[in-house]
């Protein structure tokens, strides 16, 4: 009975929650989506909280949430062959936190740590067969 409950009470608290709304906000030459941005009403005012890019072929290029107009949490970027191209998170529109940046077959290319926007601490770098090549402290 108390799983009925919770689970009744869990799907209450989703159906109340703002929809989000999808507007393109940018198009390439042949009216395919460049920029589709997530819209939620909070407190009366709509607020963007998602942005996605995409390639002229319709595939995702990054994405990642927004909070206050600036980027908040994990943003990813991908190659058009829909591989990771890069990981990061950021707070308050600056980067923060572990970075990667892959090559297009998914090798590792540089990883590294963030603080502020700068780098900070121990990057290493790799060569397109996945060698450790160079590492450099920040």
């Not at 909280?49 to 990642?64: A, F, I, R």
């Not at 980067?95 to 740590?113: C, H, I, S």
Request: charged fraction near 30%; glycine fraction near 8%; include cysteine.
């Amino acid at each position: 009975m108390n799983r009925v409950i919770y689970t009744l009470m869990v799907m209450f608290l989703i159906a109340c929650e703002a929809p989000v709304i999808e507007k393109v906000e940018e198009t390439y030459p042949d009216n395919q989506p460049k920029k589709v941005s997530f819209f939620q009403e909070i407190d009366g005012k709509e607020v963007k909280v998602e942005e996605k890019y995409y390639h002229q072929d319709g595939t995702l290029k990054m994405n990642g949430k927004l909070l206050n107009g600036k980027r908040e949490g994990e943003w990813k970027a991908f190659f058009n062959n829909e591989q990771l191209q890069s990981i990061g998170a950021f707070k308050n529109g600056k980067r923060t936190g572990e970075a990667k940046v892959y090559f297009p077959n998914g090798n590792l290319r540089y990883e590294g740590q963030y603080e502020e926007d700068m780098e900070v601490g121990h990057w290493k770098f790799y060569n397109q067969q996945g060698k450790l090549t160079s590492e450099k402290d920040f």
